[in-house]
């Protein structure tokens, strides 16, 4: 039988482990013609461009599942730090037919999400971020209780307050900045909050105003990178001890990277993908040398829709966007080639980050869990679904009580 590791091990050991193979998982292979650790390394580097297609999207999907990469990084400490239990739910499943005016995976997500709140009879029950607050519905048809829904957007209150009349379901959603001074009135010891997907410094509010108010939390967290600052200071005493210690600091491009994960996107937008980062790897073959700069250029994202439709057209528009002017003669077949070539080498030296990305995510979710412990909760940390229906699988259920 394995030895579970107490969830003080895991956030001890994932320090020491991100904080050690930080070199290797940190830079982005976008960016670096020759990447910094693959002279350092280059048994691994050369493993790595050795693989196939197939090989590289199967470790995409599934990095630490037999893992070449094993003979040269902790593969399987990693895997067993980032396992998980799924957290016990409550009650029967949740009628299909509320399942309207949510998509598909929304409603799957939600309908996990509700029996694992664990509703405290007295409870006023609080969503966090509410959107057009279908967490904050089901909840409130489930229980059949009055649930509060907090949401900055007026047109999502309004839409939102609509869906819930008509289902006679008892939410009422308010215009709320849940960033502003006054969003501390909402939460008290007898309040239970629910937050299904609230970013960085939404959810980090959230913690805060909770801790300091002993008001009970379920929380699902998303987008750790988005936070108005550019370093991530850790929740707790024992993160900013840790991480001191073992020397991690973390920008914002490195949280980006705990939540960059495609396996729910469909396969035709994952082509699109590669062949629109084909595309960018030839236009920074181009810039390199139109710039007489062997140093990369960050080129603007464009909505899906809106990428021209040949790499010529693609180049063009960057050049524009960064204003350079491009000689004429270009061949374009050529550089497009060199793009694909790029791409196919990125792909697989990225796989490196990938093996990294779920333990900087339960990295991230062990620090607000112990800044939670260290207010005096008891929280439990584990998933509420299948990493199939959302990556942003994890779940904090917290409580003073
Ligand atoms: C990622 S969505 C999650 C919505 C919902 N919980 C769900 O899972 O569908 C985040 C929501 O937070 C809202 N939001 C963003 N900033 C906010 C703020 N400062 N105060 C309150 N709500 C905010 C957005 O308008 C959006 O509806």
């Known amino acids: 039988m394995p030895v579970i590791p107490s969830h003080a091990e895991r956030f001890a050991r994932l320090t020491e482990l991100l904080a050690e193979w930080q070199p290797l998982w940190g830079p982005m292979p976008f960016q670096h013609r020759r990447l910094p650790w693959a002279e350092a390394h280059p048994e691994l580097a050369d493993r790595l461009r050795s693989l196939d297609d197939a090989q590289c999207e199967r470790l995409q ?12 990084l902790p593969v399987g400490e990693l895997e067993s730090l980032v396992a998980l239990p799924e957290l016990p739910a409550e009650g029967a499943c949740l009628p299909p037919a509320w399942a309207e005016h949510m998509g598909g995976r929304k409603w799957q997500q939600v309908a996990a999400f509700v029996p694992r709140m664990a509703a405290q009879p007295e409870a006023k029950l609080l969503e966090w971020c509410a959107g057009k607050g279908h967490l904050a519905r089901t909840l409130a048809r489930h229980l059949d209780r009055e649930v509060t829904g907090l949401e900055w957007q007026a047109a ?100 980006a990277m705990a939540v960059q994960e ?10 699109h993908r590669q062949r629109s980062n084909a595309w960018r790897l030839g ?94 909760f008891r929280v439990e940390l584990g998933t509420f679904c299948d990493r199939e229906l959302t990556p942003r699988n994890l779940m904090l259920r917290a409580s003073r009580g």
């Open 61 to 72: 999907a599934a990095p630490f599942t037999a893992s070449p990469l094993a003979k040269w």
């Open 156 to 255: 999502l209150c309004r839409d939102g307050q609509a869906l819930a009349e008509r289902r006679g379901a008892r939410v009422r959603l308010a215009q709320q900045d849940v960033l502003a001074p006054d969003a501390a009135r909402w939460l008290a010891a007898d309040t239970q909050v629910a937050a299904l997907h609230a970013c960085g410094d939404l959810h980090g509010r959230l913690i805060e105003l909770a801790a300091e108010q002993g008001s009970a939390v379920t929380l699902a967290p998303c987008c750790y990178h988005r936070s108005a600052d550019a370093h991530y200071r850790p929740f707790s005493q024992g993160g900013r001890e840790l991480a001191a210690e073992h020397g991690l600091s973390l920008s914002r491009e490195d949280l």
């Open 262 to 271: 495609t396996v729910t996107a469909p396969r035709h937008v994952r082509r």
């Open 283 to 376: 236009f920074d073959a181009l810039q390199r040398q139109v710039r007489g700069l062997d140093a990369y250029l960050p080129v603007p994202s464009l909505a899906y829709g809106r990428m021209p439709d040949s790499c010529a057209g693609f180049c063009h528009w960057a050049a524009e966007r960064k204003g350079l002017s491009l000689p004429a003669g270009i061949d374009w077949g050529a550089l497009e080639e060199e793009g694909q070539r790029r791409q196919a080498e990125v792909s697989r030296l990225e796989l490196v980050r990938h093996l990294f990305r779920r333990p900087l995510e339960v990295w991230l979710v062990l620090d607000r869990q112990r800044r939670l412990e260290e207010a005096g």
